[in-house]
């Protein structure tokens, strides 16, 4: 069974950090501690649970009245392409609606731009590389 929720206790929250950096971070050789950032206590955290682990993760963030970013969007390999990405994508355009947000945006990395155009993004522009990965800014409105 699937559950989403925020990370409750010290070890979920240890579990989410970590499969972030691994997932995210790691194979660009960065720093432990990248893949955290200043807006981490007042944004909205997601994690996917099977069986007590976390098989995915995202987080959601207010820019401004209109506009809300998703950011650091990771799903365990062997649990990729079974909807993990979509739950959560989904379930932060559902809290989007609750406050009113009309816009999400989010920097996709080339690989999985169609996934986010499947789900109702589309790409604005060519935006940042980090590291050898070209991101892209994508948006969804209402």
Do not use: C
């Not at 379930?91 to 609606?97: C, D, G, N, P, V």
């Not at 999400?104 to 590389?129: C, N, P, T």
Request: net charge positive; charged share 35%; glycine share 6%.
């Amino acid at each position: 069974m699937l559950i989403i929720r925020e990370p409750e206790s010290s070890r979920e929250w240890e579990a989410y950090y970590q499969l972030r950096w691994e997932i995210l971070r790691a194979p660009l050789n960065l720093d432990k501690g990248s893949e955290k950032d200043d807006l981490e206590d007042s944004a909205i955290h997601r994690a996917i649970f099977e069986n007590e682990k976390i098989i995915g993760i995202g987080r959601l963030h207010f820019i401004d009245k209109d506009t809300a970013q998703i950011r650091y969007m990771a799903v365990l390999g062997e649990s990729r392409r079974k909807g993990i990405g979509e739950m959560i994508v989904e379930e932060f355009a559902q809290i989007s609606k609750q406050n009113k947000i009309s816009k999400i945006i989010l920097y996709a990395r080339e690989s999985v731009i169609e996934f986010y155009k499947k789900l109702g993004f589309d790409i604005i522009k060519k935006a940042h590389r980090l590291g050898n990965i070209q991101h892209f800014l994508m948006e969804r409105t209402k």
